[in-house]
Structure formats: structure tokens, C-alpha cells
């Protein structure tokens, strides 16, 4: 692993850290695709070992555990906008399952997002009684005892079925319900804390070759400091003298057209975003607001001015920042939240939502009752289709391990 060589004297540290990882990815891949009985606890609880000693753990344990240096830690959570969590608060669970994936590959569409999303939209819409109603909010869900029995949206229509799939927040669907009407137990399991958002700024840039500029089919971190935990706190509170940055091209993603005019490029410029700290500003009105917003976007441009690209400004040809707020607004993410539920320990263990409700058909497909990010949304989907219809044509535990993958992605050289 390239870090032994970036900071000497850690190769053992980081070899211990990756193996607790390995073994955590082994014993997640061997839980059978099913509800676990409880007598499965006591007579093959010990398969599961790291399972049960890792669970109620962060990354920041296990980074002191495994006495890894301030160095090494920043570079294994760089990426921590692809959790919105630091350390110190993201479960080891959560961890492991992006940092084994990026192991076994990193992947984008041949012809870009908006061409698999547009044929997810046809797919749909292709299909016999099928529609998709746009900027048709529901607002009340019906229930008579166990059973939904309609949902209404803001502009009047009611619709009927025998089974209703609610991919908005679950949370927030349980009080368009009414929670009076959720038993107990499971009402701890939707009071969940939201994960932490950001703030993005998107750049159309004209006459510029990122390529030239270091920027290829990958996404850039940048760090101000090491201390990642403190970034957050700091970050949370409106504090970007030293923000993290993440950088990325998707028009380098891919050579085919379309999803720029020729001679241009995209360039997504994010940093973490508090939602309290922006609320607070629109609650002053929409000056307070927008002057606030772009501040911290012109302090993130100026760092990729200073360290990456001199001449930016030059080539601007479209800017837009979205802030926590701005998920809201759009996307009704409470608190403006990127992946559903936080994935802190708390909500990452046995106990975390799925997609069963206490309504016999109702059912939730929501990052917070299953995992947030453009893979884990498809994976999600796809476990809740297999459940409902039967038609079983994946089985998490059936994959090869991840060295097996890597060496079949790499031809067998590995």
C-alpha cells in the first residue's frame, strides 16, 4: 500500500489497520441474505467475531488502536466528503465498506449520469400504467391499521395499490403518518440523526484543459491540515481558514460527448457545508444568505486558484453554489442531509432500518434503509425488487472476494 512508502515507520501500523478491514469485509460477505434467527446468534455468532468487537467502534478508534500517525490518517480520510462524517464519528463499518470497494475498482457511466439516469426514466415510463408525475409532492400517506390504503399529493390526486415503495425519507415519512401509529421499537429505529451535507460549487469552464492542470479520471482531496476532526468542528461552524476541498471532473470521466460543449470542461469544487450555519443566515433573508454562500465558495476558489489552476477566473464560463439548504429546498433532505441517516455506529449495526415497515405493504428504499451514493442507491433497489418478486439474480455472499476481483479485474497478474 502506497502509504508505507509516503510516511516510513508506519508499514506495520497500516498493515495491521487493512487487516482489520479484511477481516470485517470477509465476515460482512459470509451474513446470509436473509433475516438471522436468534439462535443463529449463539451457535454461529463466533464466525462473526470482528463483527461483534468492531461494531459500536469509529474509524478514529481503530486509527488509535492501530497507532497510526497523524499523517497516515489524514491520507486513509481524505475522502471523508464521500461519508460527510470525520473520524471520530464515522463507524469503522461504514468505512470499510467504501475503502474495500474503491479496492475492487472505481466506476462511472461510458455516456455519463444524466444518460443512465435518462434511460432509469424510460425504463419506467416504457413500461405499460407507468409515470412518472414531476413536482407532484405527496402530502399525506393513509393508513387502516397494519395496511396503506392510499396517497394523496398537494395537488389533489389520491392514488390506490396493493403495494406502495416510499423512497422519501423515512423519518420524515413516519410524520406525514402519524407516529402514533408506529410501534414502539421501531420508532427508535427511524430517530435517527442525519448526516452532515456540503457546499458545492459547479464550474462550466471554456478554453481550459484540466489535464493540463494535474485533473484526469479521478477525483482530487485536498487537505489544509491533518487533523481531520478538527477541520469538522471547525467547518460546522463556518470556519474555512483550513476547509478540506474535494475537486472533481466528470467531463474527464469519459471521452464520449455529451455532457459539455466541445472545448469545455466541468469542475465540482465542494468543502462541508453546517446546515445550522446556513439556516441561520437565511433566516436573515436571502442577502444575508447569498453573501454568506459565496463567501465560502470564493475561499474555496481561491485555494484552487493558489494551488491548481492560476488562471481560473479566465476560463469561468458558468458558476453555481448549492449549499445544505439548497438540498433541502430542492430535494426535501431534512437538514439538507447527503446520505440519509449518519453513519455513526449508532446507525450502522444490526439494528439499522430497513426496508420493512410496521405497514404489510409498505415498504422504504431510502438511503437511511439502505445506503446513499449512485451504487449503493442501485444495490438497494435491487435487494428490495428481489425480495418483493422472488427473482433472486444476486447474491452479495456468492461474489468473489476482493482479491479474487481484483485479480480478475486485472487479468489473472495479481
Known amino acids: 500500500m502506497w502509504t508505507w512508502g509516503a510516511y516510513p515507520g508506519q508499514g506495520e501500523n497500516v498493515r495491521k489497520f487493512t487487516r482489520i478491514l479484511e477481516r470485517i469485509r470477509a465476515e460482512v460477505k459470509a451474513l446470509p441474505d436473509r433475516k438471522i434467527n436468534w439462535w443463529e446468534y449463539i451457535t454461529k455468532g463466533w464466525n462473526f467475531r470482528t463483527l461483534w468487537m468492531y461494531q459500536n467502534k469509529t474509524l478514529q478508534n481503530v ?14 480520510i481524505a475522502q471523508a466528503g464521500d461519508f460527510m462524517a470525520p473520524p471520530n464519528e464515522l463507524s469503522i463499518f461504514a468505512y470499510t465498506g467504501l475503502f474495500g470497494g474503491y479496492n475492487t475498482g472505481a466506476y462511472y457511466p461510458t455516456k455519463h449520469f444524466n444518460h443512465f439516469i435518462q434511460k432509469v426514466v424510460e425504463s419506467i415510463e416504457g413500461h405499460e400504467g407507468c409515470h412518472i408525475y414531476y413536482e ?3 402530502s399525506k400517506i393513509n393508513v387502516d391499521g397494519d395496511k396503506v390504503t392510499s396517497i394523496e399529493t398537494e395537488d389533489g390526486k389520491v392514488f390506490t395499490a396493493d403495494r406502495y415503495i416510499c423512497n422519501m425519507d423515512p423519518q420524515l415519512a413516519s410524520y406525514m403518518i402519524g407516529r402514533e401509529k408506529f410501534p414502539a421499537d421501531y420508532i427508535e429505529k427511524l430517530d435517527y440523526d442525519y448526516s452532515h451535507t456540503g457546499l458545492m460549487v459547479y464550474l462550466g469552464l471554456h478554453g481550459l484543459d484540466l489535464r493540463e492542470k494535474g485533473f484526469g479520471k479521478f477525483n482530487t482531496w ?19 481558514s483550513k476547509p478540506w476541498v474535494f475537486m472533481g471532473t466528470p467531463s474527464l470521466h469519459s471521452d464520449v460527448p455529451g455532457i459539455v460543449p466541445a472545448g469545455c470542461h466541468i469542475l465540482e469544487v465542494e468543502t462541508l457545508g453546517g446546515y445550522d450555519y446556513f439556516k441561520k443566515f437565511l433566516k436573515q433573508g436571502q442577502k444575508a444568505y447569498k453573501e454568506e454562500k459565496w463567501r465560502v465558495a470564493n475561499r474555496l476558489l481561491s485555494i484552487v486558484r493558489e494551488k491548481y489552476i492560476p488562471e481560473l477566473n479566465n476560463h469561468i464560463a458558468l458558476k453555481l453554489v448549492g449549499s445544505p439548504t439548497t438540498n433541502e429546498d430542492f430535494c426535501r433532505a431534512p437538514r439538507g442531509n447527503a446520505y440519509g441517516s449518519h453513519l455513526t455506529p449508532k446507525n450502522m449495526g444490526l439494528g439499522r432500518l430497513k426496508s420493512d415497515s410496521p405497514f404489510r405493504n409498505l415498504y422504504f428504499c431510502n438511503a437511511s434503509s439502505g445506503y446513499g451514493g449512485i451504487c449503493p442507491t442501485v444495490g438497494t433497489g435491487n435487494a428490495l425488487y428481489m425480495k418483493l418478486t422472488g427473482d433472486v439474480f444476486y447474491r452479495p455472499s456468492e461474489e468473489p472476494s476482493d482479491n479474487e476481483l481484483v485479480k480478475m479485474v486485472r487479468g489473472g497478474n495479481q
Open 63 to 76: 486509527f488509535d488502536e492501530c497507532n497510526l500517525s497523524r499523517e497516515a490518517q489524514a491520507v486513509l
Open 136 to 138: 407532484t409532492p405527496v
Open 222 to 240: 485536498h487537505l489544509e491540515r491533518w487533523d481531520m476532526n478538527q477541520t469538522w468542528r471547525e467547518g460546522l461552524a463556518g470556519g474555512y
